[in-house]
């Protein structure tokens, strides 16, 4: 079977609507997880460069 033999799919709606599942209670939402992954980037950043204090003592 080759490529032309298939039938072709045009793009549309399935009928589905995709929805953000709610947050199980307890557990943080995205925009605090975007927020910890960000600190935490800029923590790793911080900790790769040195703590000029140290170096002095």
């Not at 599942?21 to 800029?42: I, Y």
């Given at each position: 079977?080759?490529?032309s033999d298939l039938p072709r799919r045009t793009p549309g709606s399935s009928g589905r609507?995709?929805?953000?599942?709610?947050?199980?209670?307890?557990?943080?939402?995205?925009?605090?997880?975007?927020?910890?992954?960000?600190?935490?980037?800029?923590?790793?950043?911080?900790?790769?460069?040195?703590?000029?204090?140290?170096?002095?003592?």
């Amino acid at each position: 079977m080759t490529a032309s033999d298939l039938p072709r799919r045009t793009p549309g709606s399935s009928g589905r609507s995709r929805t953000t599942p709610e947050p199980t209670p307890g557990a943080p939402s995205r925009a605090l997880r975007m927020r910890a992954a960000a600190g935490w980037a800029r923590f790793m950043r911080r900790a790769e460069v040195g703590n000029p204090r140290e170096a002095k003592m």
